[in-house]
């Protein structure tokens, strides 16, 4: 079933985002950074930094590729009062489509790791890509990440969020994470530090900005069956999960004993739509983009969604997704 814009779940941010370009309509120029290579740009379009692919501009983008040009970011960021918005892999995220005021700072350039063979630990940049952690240790015989080959984030969005898939998480493994604090001074915590519960750690919210994780993961193992064990891990989720089209993955947190997805499901949500937005047939956990879908239509879908299964089950499910930017329910 589809429904129109028109209908009862409307999301102004059209309107709100016009009348915000009426009254800022001010020549930008990029600005250089003195001492790095990094430059900050006006009115950068995010919507092809998130796996949603929908969402406005960016008041201003950087995308640091060291620490230094990350602390330079900062620093020049808080001298001009501006607010600061971290983005990664942009894989769980719901980005307004009148985009993110103040200044956003992408973290994927922020690469590099060390896997130490005799230890197992593995220390790696935020930016890195999760699958790609994963497959790299697997070739190595590093057990203990086999489970996060689906989930499409970084390293840094993983450490925040307590990412996990197949009953292993990022509080299992983690040793510590080096932490930009909102003061520009870095600090290091160890995972007793980060108050890891379900999806969430007291990381989220907060002004702080992760640099890098150390793991710790099992080596030794027989390369080819911690690779086949990763390959399943990676088929289950291509299998049951959809891959096809624009996502940002699990939408809802369960609410235990429960699924979020079947709790959808059995509400009769599954290929409901608003716009081009759409519950996935495939798994109802998942709102797809099924191309020229805005963010009002995907976040009025979530509401829908979370009214619908409060209606039918008094359960009010929680987003695991996290909305950035001005939604406004008419």
């Known amino acids: 079933m589809t429904i129109s814009s028109a209908d009862a779940y409307v999301c102004k941010n059209i309107e709100i985002c016009d009348r915000e370009k009426k009254t800022v309509e001010v020549e930008r120029q990029v600005i250089y950074l003195p001492g790095t290579d990094c430059v900050i740009r006006p009115g950068v379009s995010l919507a092809g930094f998130t796996s949603y692919r929908v969402g406005g501009p960016a008041e201003w983008y950087v995308a640091p590729r060291n620490i230094t040009a990350l602390e330079a970011s900062i620093k020049y960021a808080k001298s001009q009062g501006i607010q600061i918005t971290v983005l990664g892999a942009g894989s769980n995220l719901l980005v307004s489509d009148c985009g993110i005021s103040g200044l956003v700072i992408g973290t994927r350039h922020l690469r590099y790791s060390n896997l130490d063979p005799e230890t197992g630990l593995v220390t790696v940049a935020a930016g890195e890509s999760i699958p790609n952690l994963a ?196």
């Open 135 to 330: 497959w790299e240790a697997a070739k190595l015989g590093f057990e203990g990440l086999e489970w996060s080959v689906g989930i499409p984030g970084t390293v840094g969005g993983a450490v925040v969020m307590n990412a996990g898939a197949h009953n292993g998480c990022i509080a299992d493994i983690l040793v510590s994470a080096e932490v930009l604090l909102s003061d520009g001074t870095l600090k290091t915590f160890t995972a007793s530090d980060l108050g890891y519960a379900y999806r969430t750690s007291n990381l989220q919210g907060s002004k702080h900005i992760v640099t890098q994780a150390t793991f710790q993961l099992k080596p030794g193992a027989d390369p080819a069956v911690v690779l086949a064990t990763t390959k399943q891990h990676k088929e289950h989720r291509l299998t049951t999960q959809p891959y096809d089209k624009p996502s940002c993955g699990s939408v809802f947190r369960n609410p235990k004993p429960y699924s979020a997805g079947w709790l959808i499901e059995q509400a009769g949500l599954k290929g409901y739509q608003i716009g081009k937005a759409q519950v996935a047939p495939r798994h109802a956990n998942f709102i797809v983009n099924c191309g020229g879908a805005s963010a009002c239509d995907i976040f009025n879908l979530i509401r829908y969604i979370q009214n619908s299964v409060q209606e039918h089950w008094s359960i009010a499910l929680e987003p695991e997704v996290k909305m950035l930017g001005h939604f406004q329910i008419a």
